[in-house]
């Protein structure tokens, strides 16, 4: 009854994002002009919010010695026992931003005065009136506006925007005690990997520094280098075509993209407005329930996350179980596995591989063959292009005014423009149809549905999981390797379900704790030795900008 529930709200939201009834991106809010005055009427107002407990986990002899090394939890744990205070956190990772950032290029801006102040005001409080998150130290996505501090979104349109609050998700975050160590670097309004404006490739995936040619994943590309990176314990992102997951699955992470409303996007700038989505970029299961569960829940000032379902116990549907000596999900769950997921080549093929038969052997997983709808390449593929139209209606001004404030994404927000009305109708009908198809479909033969990539589940807003699988050597990257990671999707709502079977695969492997090796520090020249030759893919033209946009 509840699953049934959770859809006749879900198709009814999904319909009414897809007609606009749902309010407007607030853009003119946003953007320098007239308009931004305003910003201060559309802050988000406070809103009750449950106690949020953090349970005690047992630390790693690495966290131990190298609080940058820890996970939320663990950091939670320490600090909480008097084996490591906020301050002592957040320089530590103020310390590694200072080191190698020059080489990353993670970070847009940091905020490092503001992050000690609000440390030591922290280890200050009496125990027992410490928030929650108790100074953990966050990297947040440069288009979440954030008080005070500029707010980009990498773009020539937002480069002078300094805004006057705090995106909802920023706002609860630092209400339970997370500690903003600066803003993350991201693709020109979320459309790429991190680049500069003009299509110069900036953040670098962090397994393999000296190679900007290795995509790092976008458009959270700075969030993902500055967990992966260990200069920040967490990181928030946003997620219109694959930006939380992708990161996650590039630089060895565990992103969780939530299903559309469950979090607000309140404060964000937009790219797309029934797909936009905001969502943690953590180091494990446990850690993204902590992130989603302080985001989530209803705030007045998004429609969108009004009326929903509530948030289920995150937190405890990521603490792994064991029976009889044996890692068991918590309820038997079938995950489907679609036909083209063994459909690769190379290493991945074998990764891919083990990694099925590891999540067979887990207690009351059930592994099921899911097929396909006969037309999902046309729905998740041809009308996947009516996003462009979206994205470019909030931004028509300045397209009219000058197209060079789009710098090298300039062809994908022409392309929307091109998009005619009764082209955008069609796909919107396509979307309701694929939604359909997935519900009664997929859906219905599992619980949960492994993905080779996150499109359609971005295209539908149900909640998708990345996260690590194993390690890829081509005999150049390192004694490990670089990253592999798997997507997981699952129905409305129910990102629990999603927590508990990516939580017990977490539970008898070790991918997720493999952390890359510090890139090499600068030469006496003072030039960063790991960026000292610069690959052919330094810079992104306007046609690959296209075909890599979200």
Sequence with gaps: MSRAVNRRIFLAGAAAASLGL????????????????????NAPKPVSRRPLRIPDVSVRNAARNDPTEATIAEAVTLIRNRRLTAAELIEAQLDRISRFDDTYLAFNSVTAAAARSRARAIDRLPREHRPALSGVGLCIKDNYFTAGVPTTANSFIFQDFVPDFDATSVARLAAAGGIMLGKGQMGPLATTRATKPNGEITTVNAWTPADPSVDPGGSSTGPATAVAGRMATSSIGTQTGGSIVLPSNQQNLT?????????????????????????????????????????????????RTLGLPDVPALITSALPVRRKGRTVLRRRTKIGVPPDYLSVTGPALAIRSAFLDQLSSIGDA?????GYPDDWDLLTGTFNAIRLSERTEPFLDYLKS??????VSLLSWLQGVLLSGDEWITGQRAKNHLLREVLDGMLTQADVVLQTGPVA????????????????????????????????????????????????????????????ADPVLPDSAGQPRS????????????????????
Excluded: C
């Excluded at 407007?24 to 308009?35: F, I, K, L, N």
């Excluded at 059930?366 to 899911?370: D, G, M, Q």
């Excluded at 000058?402 to 710098?407: E, I």
């Design 22 to 41: 749902l309010g407007e991106p607030a853009v003119a809010a946003a953007a320098p002009g007239p308009g931004a005055g305003a910003a201060a009427a």
């Design 255 to 303: 992103g969780l993209k939530p299903t559309m409303g469950r979090t607000s996007v309140h404060g964000v700038i937009p790219l797309s407005y029934t797909r936009d989505h905001s969502g943690p970029l953590a180091r494990d299961a446990l850690d993204a329930a902590i992130m989603l569960t302080v985001m989530a829940g209803p705030d007045a000032a998004d429609p």
């Design 366 to 370: 059930e592994l099921v063959e899911v």
């Design 402 to 407: 000058d197209p060079q404030l789009f710098g």
């Design 457 to 516: 589940f971005d295209i539908l807003g149900l909640p998708e999981i990345g996260f690590p699988i194993g390690f890829a050597s081509d005999g150049t990257t390192g004694p490990v390797g670089t990253p592999v990671g798997t997507i997981l999707g699952g129905a409305p709502y129910e990102e629990d379900r999603l927590l508990e079977v990516v939580a017990a695969y977490q539970a008898v492997t070790d991918w997720h704790t493999t952390r890359p």
């Design 531 to 550: 960026r000292s030759a610069l690959s052919t893919a330094s810079r992104l033209t306007p046609e690959e900008a296209l075909a890599a946009s979200n």
